[in-house]
């Protein structure tokens, strides 16, 4: 997707084994905002904090990272003010996964509360923006056609939920916790329970897909996909706080999930 000429590297500096571009460690925010003259509205992105496009450990990222050193694109005003989502965008129930796919029961497993406050670079709340998730049910199973494993699916259960935040930036979605499931990347290879996020900000500049993962699961250390991003403070920022003051009485454990878009503290994206 389109980026800033100034976060990205120039060619020069893109290593042939063609890893994520190693850029200069300036992470100095340009004075003023984005100018016709071409200005950057955005501090470069520490590409020390997110994982590398090409991660032997996980196998398929050899298949699917550039082979070729990477060209900028020259920046556009478009870049700076889409995509924009209304409310118009959002039904009533897409929050609730537990209820937006029901057939004839509520779906299986254990229900939660994941909520939390998608933040720029500065820390001030990203209002009304676009957040997307999408999740296997509680047996590891996604509701996906390359997804055959020996695990059942769930006819009240879709797995895919969005919303928009609130004036504080603010997100909530009720779901089910998802299982753990087995992935083939290398022998005896399973997935930790996580849940799949996109999210746009208010332009493409802050695009973000990553993962929220869950605390205290035996299977992290084990992962490629979670231990794909370099810095062990970035990989702790992919993981929920069990939150009690979230949590429910007699009804569902509450989990929170902040997300920075760009930055410092920028919440590292999927590999």
Not at 233 to 258: C, H, K, N, V
Request: proline residues 11%; neutral net charge.
């Amino acid at each position: 997707m389109p980026e800033n000429i100034g976060t990205r590297p120039p060619i020069a500096t893109v290593p042939a084994i063609m890893g994520k571009p190693t850029v200069p460690n300036d992470l100095t925010k340009p004075s003023g905002n984005a100018n016709p003259g071409g200005g950057n509205a955005f501090s470069p992105r520490d590409w020390t904090q997110h994982p590398p496009y090409d991660h032997g450990p996980y196998r398929s990222t050899a298949l699917r990272s550039p082979r070729q050193p990477l060209i900028p694109i020259k920046q556009a005003l478009s870049n700076l003010t889409a995509p924009a989502f209304g409310d118009g965008s959002i039904d009533a129930l897409d929050h609730d996964l537990t209820r937006n796919a029901v057939v004839n029961a509520a779906p299986l497993g254990e229900r939660i509360i994941v909520t939390g406050r998608v933040l720029d670079e500065d820390g001030r709340p990203v209002r009304r923006s676009l957040v997307e998730i999408w999740q296997a049910n509680a047996a590891g199973r996604y509701v996906h056609k390359v997804d055959q494993h020996d695990a059942p699916l769930d006819p009240n259960f879709f797995g895919a939920g969005r919303c928009l935040t609130d004036d504080d930036g603010r997100y909530r979605f009720v779901t089910i916790k998802p299982g753990a499931y087995p992935w083939r990347n290398h022998h005896n290879a399973w997935r930790p329970a996580h849940i799949h996020f996109s999210l746009f900000g208010h332009s493409f500049e802050s695009r973000l897909v990553t993962q929220m993962y869950f605390p205290g699961d035996p299977l992290l250390p084990l992962d490629p996909i979670y231990n794909c991003t370099p810095d062990e403070s970035a990989r702790q920022r992919m993981i929920s706080t069990f939150s009690i003051d979230r949590t429910e009485p007699e009804w569902a454990l509450g989990y929170e999930f902040d997300i920075v878009l760009r930055g410092r503290n920028a919440t590292p994206m999927e590999a």
